[in-house]
Nanobody, 119 residues
Framework: VQLKESGGGLVQAGGSLRLSCAASGSTFSIAAMGWYRQAPGKQRELVAAITSGGGHTNYADSVKGRFTIPRDSAKNTMYLQMNSLRPEDTAVYYC?????????????WGQGTQVTVSS
């Protein structure tokens, strides 16, 4: 599975951005996808995740009510719609896919995209 992200950039506080993650390869083996972020000096943290069937989503408390994780199954693309952005949302955002590999789940990562929110 290959993941390609796009959509990062610089935005003022209160603004919006939409990140995209296009999956290719053995996409039928994907169990779930998600977005993680890592700010300088901090650990990578889960932002939002969605199961492959779209039936279950999970959001970090810090983004609930501001971020959503829509997906377009026909395009094998997942998005992160970020509204009401705050300076503390500044980080490198990574797309992640959990992929079935026998009885295990392998993790695949995108290259990351920078999101900078100015105050």
């Amino acid at each position: 599975v290959q993941l390609k992200e796009s959509g990062g950039g610089l935005v003022q506080a209160g603004g919006s951005l939409r990140l995209s993650c296009a999956a290719s390869g053995s996409t039928f083996s994907i169990a779930a996808m998600g977005w993680y972020r890592q700010a300088p000096g901090k650990q990578r943290e889960l932002v939002a995740a969605i199961t492959s069937g779209g039936g279950h989503t999970n959001y970090a408390d810090s983004v609930k009510g501001r971020f959503t994780i829509p997906r377009d199954s026909a395009k094998n693309t997942m998005y992160l719609q970020m509204n009401s952005l705050r300076p503390e949302d500044t980080a490198v955002y990574y797309c992640n896919a959990e992929v079935y590999s026998g009885t295990y789940l392998d993790h695949y990562w995108g290259q990351g995209t920078q999101v900078t929110v100015s105050s």
